[in-house]
């Protein structure tokens, strides 16, 4: 098969994206990347990542390419699992201590950093508007963070968030008091459920 061939069923395996890591991991040179890349008009939407003339640019799939350790929290989790439907003004994501926040302040990412353990608690997959899968927190833990959060989340979007989790039907109490009381918010959580159920 030959190498742009090789690269056009990547582009298509991967939603119209190419990342030059896994191209050269493909034993393919960046030379053939360059020549592909001009020869079937992709851009390049950041460092590493190019997408096709075709393609929608996914805002929050590039951001996470380009930075694996990236989980999305907060209103952009909330958004992502559907229980707000406005859409987040700053994209909020989790970090582990000790990681370089200075080029995703610089972007004005809103970013929350956490010891290991709880920042691995609830990491999904969850699907973009666009048919990515990306890195967020699942559903309990993005109520969690909302509620340690409560000041930097709108009143609108703190009722609906919670009246959306309360009646989905495959909410995981069980889960959501667990990840509560690891984050020191079991009362205020069951002051909520109390009032809510």
Same mark, same amino acid.
């Given at each position: 098969?030959?190498?742009?061939?090789?690269?056009?069923?990547?582009?298509?395996?991967?939603?119209?994206?190419?990342?030059?890591?896994?191209?050269?991991?493909?034993?393919?040179?960046? *030379?053939?990347?360059?020549?592909? #890349?001009?020869?079937? !008009?992709?851009?390049?939407?950041?460092?590493?990542?190019?997408?096709?003339?075709? *393609?929608?640019?996914?805002?929050?799939?590039?951001?996470?390419?380009?930075?694996?350790?990236?989980?999305?929290?907060?209103?952009?989790?909330?958004?992502?699992?559907?229980? *707000?439907?406005?859409?987040?003004?700053?994209?909020?994501?989790?970090?582990? !201590?000790?990681?370089?926040t200075f080029r995703l302040k610089k972007k004005g990412?809103?970013?929350?950093?956490?010891?290991?353990?709880?920042?691995?608690?609830?990491?999904?997959?969850?699907?973009?508007?666009?048919?990515?899968?990306?890195?967020?927190?699942?559903?309990?833990?993005?109520?969690?963070?909302? #509620?340690?959060?409560?000041?930097?989340?709108?009143?609108?979007?703190?009722?609906?968030?919670?009246?959306?989790?309360?009646?989905?039907?495959?909410?995981?109490?069980? #889960?959501?008091?667990?990840?509560?009381?690891?984050?020191?918010?079991?009362? &205020?959580?069951?002051?909520?459920? &109390?009032?809510?159920?």
């Amino acid at each position: 098969m030959s190498k742009f061939k090789q690269l056009d069923r990547m582009a298509e395996k991967n939603n119209g994206y190419l990342f030059t890591s896994e191209v050269v991991d493909a034993g393919i040179s960046k *030379t053939y990347l360059s020549k592909f #890349v001009k020869a079937n !008009k992709f851009e390049r939407a950041v460092q590493g990542i190019y997408v096709s003339d075709e *393609t929608w640019i996914d805002e929050l799939y590039v951001i996470q390419k380009s930075n694996p350790n990236l989980i999305f929290d907060s209103d952009t989790a909330l958004y992502l699992h559907g229980l *707000t439907d406005r859409e987040y003004s700053k994209i909020h994501v989790s970090v582990p !201590k000790g990681y370089n926040t200075f080029r995703l302040k610089k972007k004005g990412f809103i970013i929350h950093t956490y010891d290991i353990e709880l920042y691995q608690m609830g990491i999904c997959d969850v699907e973009s508007n666009y048919g990515n899968l990306l890195k967020a927190y699942d559903k309990e833990r993005a109520i969690c963070d909302m #509620v340690a959060g409560r000041g930097e989340v709108e009143s609108q979007v703190y009722q609906t968030a919670m009246k959306e989790y309360v009646s989905d039907s495959e909410k995981k109490l069980n #889960v959501l008091l667990t990840y509560a009381e690891k984050m020191g918010l079991r009362d &205020e959580i069951m002051k909520y459920l &109390e009032v809510m159920l």
